[in-house]
């Protein structure tokens, strides 16, 4: 098993940045495919993008792409993701995710997840 632990979530205005952080903890991180998701209150869980064990892929969802960038350090056992220019529809809570397959975009291909971290992003 792996346990996932996020941090870096805040209040922001419209138009900055945040540094989400994803640290993991028992199984060897460069084991798992990672991925980020987000939930926004009364909507289902959206995928935003996917790494390889290596960090030498990425895909992201079209919603984030060009604006998030998804990364990875696997000697700190750490995953992140750099957001900008974010608006106010990115307003949700974040999640990271652990699994074995590669190009996964559903959240039930996911086997470990974090607890989540709040990001609010007002206009």
């Known amino acids: 098993q792996v346990q996932l632990v996020e941090t870096g979530g805040g209040l922001v205005q419209a138009g900055d940045s945040l540094r989400l952080s994803c640290v993991a903890s028992?199984?060897?991180?460069?084991?798992?495919?990672m991925a980020w998701f987000r939930q926004a209150q009364g909507k289902e869980r959206e995928w935003l993008g996917t790494?390889?064990?290596?960090?030498?892929?990425?895909y992201y969802s079209d919603s984030v792409k060009g604006r998030f960038t998804i990364s990875r350090e696997n000697t700190k056992n750490t995953l992140y993701m750099q957001m900008n220019s974010l608006k106010p529809e990115d307003t949700a809570v974040y999640f990271c995710?652990?699994?074995?397959?590669?190009?996964?975009?559903?959240?039930?291909?996911?086997?470990?997840w974090g607890q989540g971290t709040q990001v609010t992003v007002s206009s």
């Open positions: 028992g199984r060897t991180f460069n084991l798992y495919v």
């Open positions: 790494i390889s064990r290596t960090g030498g892929s990425t």
């Open positions: 995710a652990a699994g074995d397959t590669a190009y996964a975009v559903t959240p039930n291909r996911y086997d470990y």
